[in-house]
């Protein structure tokens, strides 16, 4: 079992610029979550998927969206990026039988 | 405030000690509480979870939750170096796979 796999693993964009992070959740998971984690801090709730469906969101603006794909894997868009943007980009996986979330080890994002 | 609240530390203790880590929190809809380690710049990796009050063990590790006070715990026994880490406590409402809400984390260095 490969867990929940992230990619890419660092990226570099400039201010205004636009992002996807991509996201595979540990087999037999079908609901994936997306948290921001700013140096020093613990990870803030962005949205969270399930069957395609952006279930739950926490307070972030609308340039942050998300896309669940039919195989459950993820993405995360970030668009009009701004330095505060930059942080550590965090794909947790569950399911509803299961109460566990598992992580994935993250994508550092760095905006300049 | 925060719903979560956690002591950044260092907390710095000699190898073999017993490691006290504790949250508090504001949110009596909390039910589902989670211990997490972080290792510097990788993702959560999830120790414990336990749901309501109570405690639970699991090898070096004990978990206990005091709903009345708002008030969680996780003792670490014979702390050794590879424990040094960040501890993140998480909470959730309904079902841990659901939205979590984290504390800010506390860092812990385990000396030989």
């Known amino acids: 079992d490969a867990g929940v796999t992230q990619s890419p693993t660092h990226l570099i964009k400039t201010r205004g610029q636009q992002v996807t992070l991509r996201c595979s959740p540990k087999s037999g998971h079908d609901t994936v979550s997306w948290y921001q984690q700013a140096l020093g801090q613990g990870p803030q709730f962005i949205f969270q998927?399930?069957?395609?469906?952006?279930?739950q969101r926490g307070n972030f603006p609308d340039r942050f969206s998300g896309h669940q794909f039919p195989n459950y894997s993820s993405e995360l868009n970030v668009n009009a990026l701004l330095l505060g943007d930059s942080a550590l980009y965090l794909c947790?996986?569950?399911?509803?039988?299961?109460?566990?979330?598992?992580f994935g080890q993250g994508t550092r994002l760095t905006v300049v | 405030q925060k719903e979560v609240e956690q002591d950044p530390g260092p907390l710095s203790v000699p190898e073999g000690a017993i490691v006290s880590l504790n949250c508090t929190y504001s949110n009596s809809a909390f039910q589902y509480f989670m211990w997490y380690r972080q290792y510097s710049r990788k993702g959560p990796e999830l120790l414990m979870y336990?749901?309501?009050?109570g405690n639970k063990e699991d090898g070096r590790f004990t978990a206990q939750v005091d709903k009345s006070s708002k008030y969680i715990s996780l003792f670490i026994r014979d702390s050794q170096p590879s424990d040094s880490a960040t501890y993140l406590c998480a909470m959730s409402h309904n079902n841990a796979g659901n939205m979590l809400t984290f504390g800010g984390g506390t860092r812990l260095m385990v000396k030989p």
């Open positions: 336990t749901y309501s009050s």
């Open positions: 998927y399930y069957e395609e469906e952006e279930r």
């Open positions: 947790a996986s569950s399911s509803d039988r299961v109460p566990e979330a598992f």
